[in-house]
């Protein structure tokens, strides 16, 4: 996404190889000074992350609900595309819902922390179904602006950028 960002921003940008293997040197970097060398600001650098994440969700949901096309419900509900050219449509849907699927994986982080909770056998529990009941209904949200927002699919799917994500807001905006 950083490389996609720097090749939207800057035309000139040439990327190589190495400078993704750069950026993932220096996000594990991060990673591991973030919890080892400065872990009595980890509270406060994960509600700066919070507070970033909501802001960042308004960020994007606002200017593609009110400055992106409209389209009709029934293209949004009742047209499918099978992009991947599988044998039917069933088959397509099921593999594109695989990378949905993949983000309901990271409940068993509450798992690793009930030794250090106190009555973890109901406050646990409650954070994985809150967690996945709260992120579920925000992730809907922002597929439905996507949806009705999308514009011309076809002009999102020949990118210029590379990245569909980058392109989608291109056509929104």
């Known amino acids: 996404m950083t490389r996609g960002l720097i090749t939207l921003t800057d035309p000139s940008y040439d990327p190589h190889p190495w400078h993704s293997v750069m950026l993932f ?20 650098f994960q509600g700066l992350i919070l507070i970033l994440h909501i802001l960042g969700f308004f960020a994007i949901l606002l200017p593609l ?38 983000a309901f994986f990271g409940a068993d982080g509450a798992i690793h922390l ?20 709260l992120n579920g209904l925000l992730g809907f949200g922002i597929a439905l602006a996507l949806l009705f927002c999308i514009g011309d699919i076809d002009a999102a ?7 569909l994500f980058i392109e989608i807001f291109n056509q929104a905006v």
Request: aromatic share 12%; no cysteine.
């Open 25 to 44: 040197w220096g996000v594990i970097l991060f990673g591991v000074s973030v919890n080892t060398v400065i872990s009595s600001w980890l509270p406060k």
């Open 65 to 102: 609900v009110i400055h992106g096309p409209h389209a009709q419900p029934s293209q949004v509900f009742r047209t499918f595309i099978n992009g991947g050219n599988w044998p039917n449509d069933g088959l397509s849907f099921f593999v594109g819902l695989l990378g949905n699927v993949y």
């Open 114 to 133: 009930s030794e250090e909770i106190q009555n973890a056998a109901v406050v646990v529990p409650k954070a994985i179904v809150f967690s996945i009941v």
């Open 157 to 163: 799917l020949h990118t210029n950028t590379g990245y």
